[in-house]
């Protein structure tokens, strides 16, 4: 039974250069969710999909980032251009619906050098 | 945005102490939901409260959703070191799926 499968998990960059985060959420399910987890500000809502359509993206920290979720089972997180503040674990979660607790992917560990 | 404070922000005991973190907020959910994260994972759901004054209890946890559905305990009986990890508060907001999330306990159980 395979969970949020998120790629790639650890990705070391140099300021400037595009980033792209993947996800495949829970086959069936159709909420998903981006995370950005830093020490200083906790887990926060970055933007989050219901049904492919975006809903809430009042997270998304400015224009350098931006998401898609073409089909049911994949979604990408793109920051472009990287800053060193990116730096963070960015975890993506599905939901059965948007009612339904919210399983998560293992992360991907960002560094911005 | 709903906030939710969690307390403590780090606690480390013995193995077989008992302990409470609260997670507290000025505004109502419709929900509360409890993750526990383990170093280079995400956070596992451990249980959803959703009526007021509910209590539900997972082996060594009793998990309580406060009457006007404002704030949340876990409390962990008897702790052992496998308890070690970032204990988060969501609170999913009454209007939606939005998950409002803690900043975390650490707690760490010490053999």
């Known amino acids: 039974d395979a969970g949020v499968i998120q790629s790639p998990r650890h990705e070391v960059t140099e300021m400037g250069q595009e980033v792209t985060l993947r996800c495949k959420p829970i086959s069936g399910h159709n909420s998903l969710f981006w995370y950005r987890q830093t020490m200083m500000r906790g887990l926060e809502l970055l933007i989050y999909f219901n049904n492919n359509v975006p809903i809430d993206d009042s997270g998304m920290p400015e224009d350098r980032f931006s998401a898609k979720m073409p089909n049911a089972s994949f979604s990408t997180l793109k920051i472009q251009p990287s800053e060193p503040r990116d730096s963070a674990v960015y975890f993506c979660a599905s939901s059965a619906d948007r009612w339904r607790p919210q399983h998560f992917g293992d992360g991907t560990r960002l560094s911005i050098l | 945005t709903q906030l939710l404070e969690q307390s403590p922000q780090f606690l480390s005991i013995q193995e077989g102490e008992n302990l409470t973190v609260y997670c507290n907020s000025s505004?109502?959910?419709?929900?509360l939901q409890w993750y526990r994260q383990e170093p280079g994972e995400g956070p596992v759901l451990l249980v959803t409260v959703v009526t007021g004054g509910e209590v539900k209890k997972l082996k060594r946890l009793t998990f309580q959703f406060g009457d006007a559905r404002k704030d949340s305990s876990l409390h962990i009986t008897a702790a052992q070191t496998g308890d070690t990890g970032l204990y988060l508060c969501a609170g999913a907001e009454t209007s939606g799926s939005r998950l409002t999330f803690g900043e975390g306990t650490q707690l760490t159980v010490n053999p």
């Open positions: 505004s109502v959910f419709s929900s």
